[in-house]
C-alpha cells in the first residue's frame, strides 16, 4: 500500500515537472502570451521616450526569444523607431526589413501593421508623398475604422497621426487638426502606449494652432502640456519637444532671452540621450536665437553642433532612402512572383488567354493614343518655336538642333505625365523643402515619385532654367520674401540668410540673388528698409 501511495506522488511530482516543462518551453518557442507580450511591448514603448539605447538593448533581447510573428513586427517597429529618434536611418530601415518571409499567410492585423511600418519609414526619410499615398488606402478602408481590436484601433491612430505630420509639412494646418483630433479618437488610453500618442498629438496640435497665429490657444494649451509632462517621472523626450516648441512662441513675438532660456532647458533634458533628431532642432533653433540675441559666441557654437550633426544625418538620410528602395522593389518583385505562381498553378490557361487579349487590346489603345497625342506635341512644338524664332536663336542650324531635341524629348514624357509633374512641382513649391541644403534631382524626384529623366526635362522645358537654377530662385523668392514681410530678417548678416536659404557660400548666394532681383542682398535690404521707414 506505502508502495503504491509513494508511485503515486512520484507520478504526479513528475506530471508537474513535465507540465512546468512544456509551459516553459512554449513560452520559449512560441513567445509570450498575449497580455504578458503587451505589458513587455509597451514597456519597450516607453523606454522609445526615454533613451533609444536603453529601447533597442531591451527590445532585441526580447526579439531573441520571441517566435510569434505578430509580436516581432511590433518589436521591429519599435526597433527602427528607436534608431530613427538617434538619426541613423540606416539601421532604422535594416530593422524594418528584417521581417517574416511576405508569401505566408498573414493576419489582417499584421497586413495593416506592415504597411503602417512603410509609411512610417517613408514620413522618417522625408519620403512624404509616398508616406501619404500608402496611408490614404488604409484609412480608407472601413474594416479598419471600425475595428473593436485594440491593436488596430492604436494602429489607426498612429496613421491619423503620421497624415498630420504629412499635412503640416506642406502647410495644410486646417485637415492637420482634424487628423490629430480623429487619431485622438482612437486613443483609449489604458496603457503607456496610448499616454505617449495622446500626448505627442497635443504637442502637434499646439505647433499647428501657433503656426496658424491663434496664439492665445496655443499658449495656454502648450502651458498645460508642459506641466502635465512635469509631474510624470522620466519624460525627457516629449518635455524637451514641449519647450522646443515654447522657444519657438518667444522667438516669434521677438522675446530672444526667453526663447534661448527655454531652449537651453529643454536641451539640458536630453544633452546627454541620443535623440539626434531632436538635438538637431534644439542647435538649429539655439543658433537662430543666439543670432538675434547677437551672441557671436554662442551662435557659433550651436551652428557649428548644427552643422555637424545635419551632415551626419543628411548622409543616414540618403543611405537609407537608397536601401528602402532597393528593398521595396525587391519585396514587390517576390510578391509579385509568389502570386504568379500560386494564381497559374489554378487558372494557368485561362488567365494566360485572358492576359494576351488585354495585353493585346491595352498596346492597340495605347498605340493610337499616343499616336495621337505625339502629333498634337509636335504641331504645339513647331507653333512655340514659331513664337521664339524672332528671340533667342541666331543660327538655323542652331534652330535645327533644339527642334531635333525637343522631338526626343516628346518621344519620351507624355503630356498627362509632364502636367501631373507639374502639379507636383507647383506643390513642393508651397512648401519650405526646397531650402534643405542636400536637396537634389535625385532626392526631389524620390520625394515626388518621378523618374530623374522626366522630372529634369519638365524642369528645363517649363521653369526655363536647369534644376540648380530653378531650385535657386525659389531660394531667392522665399528669402526676399521674408526681407519684405519679417522685419526681423534684416537685421541678419548676409551669411545666415545664405546659409537660411540652403546656399553653401556667401558668395553663390549674392551672386544668385543679384541675377534673380537685379541687385546685390545688401542693397535689397537697404531697399526694403527705406520703404518700412519712409
Keep these: 500500500?506505502?508502495?503504491?501511495?509513494?508511485?503515486?506522488?512520484?507520478?504526479?511530482?513528475?506530471?508537474?515537472?513535465?507540465?512546468?516543462?512544456?509551459?516553459?518551453?512554449?513560452?520559449?518557442?512560441?513567445?509570450?502570451?498575449?497580455?504578458?507580450?503587451?505589458?513587455?511591448?509597451?514597456?519597450?514603448?516607453?523606454?522609445?521616450?526615454?533613451?533609444?539605447?536603453?529601447?533597442?538593448?531591451?527590445?532585441?533581447?526580447?526579439?531573441?526569444?520571441?517566435?510569434?510573428?505578430?509580436?516581432?513586427?511590433?518589436?521591429?517597429?519599435?526597433?527602427?523607431?528607436?534608431?530613427?529618434?538617434?538619426?541613423?536611418?540606416?539601421?532604422?530601415?535594416?530593422?524594418?526589413?528584417?521581417?517574416?518571409?511576405?508569401?505566408?499567410?498573414?493576419?489582417?492585423?499584421?497586413?495593416?501593421?506592415?504597411?503602417?511600418?512603410?509609411?512610417?519609414?517613408?514620413?522618417?526619410?522625408?519620403?512624404?508623398?509616398?508616406?501619404?499615398?500608402?496611408?490614404?488606402?488604409?484609412?480608407?478602408?472601413?474594416?479598419?475604422?471600425?475595428?473593436?481590436?485594440?491593436?488596430?484601433?492604436?494602429?489607426?491612430?498612429?496613421?491619423?497621426?503620421?497624415?498630420?505630420?504629412?499635412?503640416?509639412?506642406?502647410?495644410?494646418?486646417?485637415?492637420?487638426?482634424?487628423?490629430?483630433?480623429?487619431?485622438?479618437?482612437?486613443?483609449?488610453?489604458?496603457?503607456?502606449?496610448?499616454?505617449?500618442?495622446?500626448?505627442?498629438?497635443?504637442?502637434?496640435?499646439?505647433?499647428?494652432l501657433m503656426k496658424q497665429n491663434k496664439l492665445s490657444e496655443y499658449r495656454k494649451l502648450i502651458e498645460s502640456i508642459i506641466s502635465d509632462l512635469e509631474k510624470q517621472p522620466n519624460q525627457p523626450f516629449l518635455l524637451g519637444l514641449a519647450y522646443e516648441n515654447l522657444s519657438r512662441y518667444y522667438f516669434l513675438i521677438q522675446d530672444y532671452k526667453t526663447s534661448a532660456q527655454k531652449l537651453e532647458l529643454g536641451l539640458s533634458l536630453i544633452e546627454n540621450l541620443p535623440f539626434n533628431n531632436l538635438k538637431i532642432k534644439f542647435y538649429e533653433s539655439l543658433s537662430r536665437t543666439y543670432f538675434a540675441l547677437h551672441d557671436d559666441a554662442k551662435y557659433h557654437q550651436y551652428n557649428k553642433y548644427y552643422n555637424d550633426l545635419k551632415t551626419k544625418t543628411n548622409s543616414s538620410t540618403r543611405e537609407g532612402i537608397r536601401y528602402i528602395v532597393k528593398l521595396v522593389e525587391t519585396n514587390q518583385n517576390k510578391n509579385i512572383e509568389f502570386q504568379k505562381q500560386t494564381y497559374l498553378q489554378s487558372f494557368w490557361i485561362s488567365a494566360l488567354i485572358l492576359a494576351f487579349i488585354i495585353i493585346g487590346l491595352f498596346t492597340y489603345f495605347i498605340i493610337i493614343y499616343n499616336k495621337n497625342k505625339d502629333l498634337k506635341r509636335q504641331f504645339e512644338f513647331f507653333e512655340k518655336q514659331d513664337n521664339r524664332q524672332k528671340e533667342a536663336i541666331s543660327s538655323v542650324s542652331g534652330l535645327v538642333k533644339k527642334i531635333s531635341d525637343a522631338e526626343k524629348s516628346s518621344n519620351k514624357i507624355s503630356k498627362e505625365k509632364e502636367e501631373e509633374i507639374l502639379q507636383k512641382l507647383k506643390q513642393f513649391e508651397q512648401s519650405d523643402r526646397y531650402l534643405h541644403k542636400n536637396m537634389s534631382l535625385s532626392m526631389l524626384s524620390s520625394q515626388l515619385e518621378v523618374n530623374t529623366k522626366y522630372l529634369s526635362e519638365v524642369i528645363n522645358n517649363n521653369k526655363e532654367k536647369n534644376f540648380n537654377g530653378y531650385i535657386n530662385k525659389l531660394r531667392i523668392n522665399h528669402i526676399a520674401q521674408l526681407l519684405k514681410n519679417d522685419s526681423t530678417f534684416l537685421n541678419y548678416k548676409v551669411s545666415y540668410l545664405a546659409e537660411y536659404s540652403g546656399f553653401s557660400s556667401h558668395s553663390a548666394f549674392a551672386t544668385v540673388f543679384k541675377s534673380v532681383t537685379g541687385m546685390s542682398p545688401n542693397a535689397y535690404i537697404q531697399e526694403i528698409s527705406k520703404s518700412k521707414v519712409s
Aim: hydrophobic residues 35%.
Design 1 to 208: 500500500m506505502k508502495n503504491k501511495l509513494l508511485l503515486s506522488k512520484m507520478f504526479k511530482n513528475s506530471g508537474r515537472i513535465l507540465l512546468l516543462i512544456l509551459i516553459v518551453y512554449s513560452i520559449v518557442i512560441n513567445g509570450q502570451s498575449g497580455s504578458d507580450f503587451n505589458i513587455i511591448a509597451d514597456k519597450a514603448f516607453q523606454k522609445l521616450y526615454q533613451n533609444s539605447d536603453d529601447c533597442i538593448s531591451y527590445t532585441q533581447g526580447i526579439l531573441v526569444s520571441d517566435q510569434d510573428i505578430e509580436h516581432k513586427i511590433i518589436l521591429q517597429n519599435i526597433l527602427s523607431q528607436a534608431f530613427a529618434m538617434k538619426g541613423d536611418y540606416m539601421q532604422s530601415v535594416n530593422s524594418f526589413s528584417q521581417k517574416e518571409d511576405q508569401n505566408q499567410n498573414l493576419s489582417y492585423f499584421m497586413q495593416v501593421f506592415g504597411d503602417y511600418n512603410l509609411a512610417d519609414q517613408y514620413q522618417n526619410l522625408g519620403l512624404y508623398n509616398q508616406s501619404k499615398k500608402i496611408i490614404v488606402h488604409l484609412l480608407s478602408d472601413q474594416k479598419l475604422l471600425t475595428s473593436n481590436d485594440p491593436k488596430l484601433r492604436i494602429t489607426t491612430a498612429k496613421l491619423y497621426q503620421l497624415q498630420a505630420l504629412n499635412l503640416g509639412i506642406n502647410r495644410d494646418y486646417p485637415n492637420a487638426l482634424k487628423n490629430l483630433d480623429k487619431s485622438d479618437q482612437y486613443i483609449d488610453l489604458y496603457n503607456e502606449e496610448h499616454s505617449i500618442i495622446k500626448m505627442e498629438n497635443r504637442i502637434f496640435r499646439s505647433s499647428y
